[in-house]
Nanobody, 116 residues
Framework: QVHLVESGGGLVQPGGSLRLSCAAS????????MDWYRQSPGKERELVAHITAGDSTTYADSVNGRFTISRDIGRNLVYLQMNSLKAEDTAVYYCHSTGSMREEYWGQGTQVTVSS
């Protein structure tokens, strides 16, 4: 059984930083494509950052240069380092995995609020 559990969300002031973690069980993050999505009230869920099994990364234009996705293979974790946070980054952030057979898994989400 696969579980993705996000943590690290919270309240931060504009310009601040947060690091989100996604703890995976039942899959090996090194072998899967891993993503971070986010969803704000009234908006569709959007892809924020993506890392392939081959370690290629892509980012949404809105976060490029501020956010970094990475993996800790030894701990089977995926991170999203978020710097220079803006009010428009406020959302629920979700960890997502796609396996070699195109199977998909989602975490339950963690709230990030950027406000002064």
């Amino acid at each position: 059984q696969v579980h993705l559990v996000e943590s690290g969300g919270g309240l931060v002031q504009p310009g601040g930083s947060l690091r989100l973690s996604c703890a995976a069980s039942g899959i090996i993050v090194m072998f899967n494509n891993m993503d971070w999505y986010r969803q704000s009230p009234g908006k569709e869920r959007e892809l924020v950052a993506h890392i392939t099994a081959g370690d290629s990364t892509t980012y949404a234009d809105s976060v490029n240069g501020r956010f970094t996705i990475s993996r800790d293979i030894g701990r089977n974790l995926v991170y999203l380092q978020m710097n220079s946070l803006k009010a428009e980054d406020t959302a629920v952030y979700y960890c997502h995995s796609t396996g070699s057979m195109r199977e998909e898994y989602w975490g339950q989400g963690t709230q990030v609020t950027v406000s002064s």
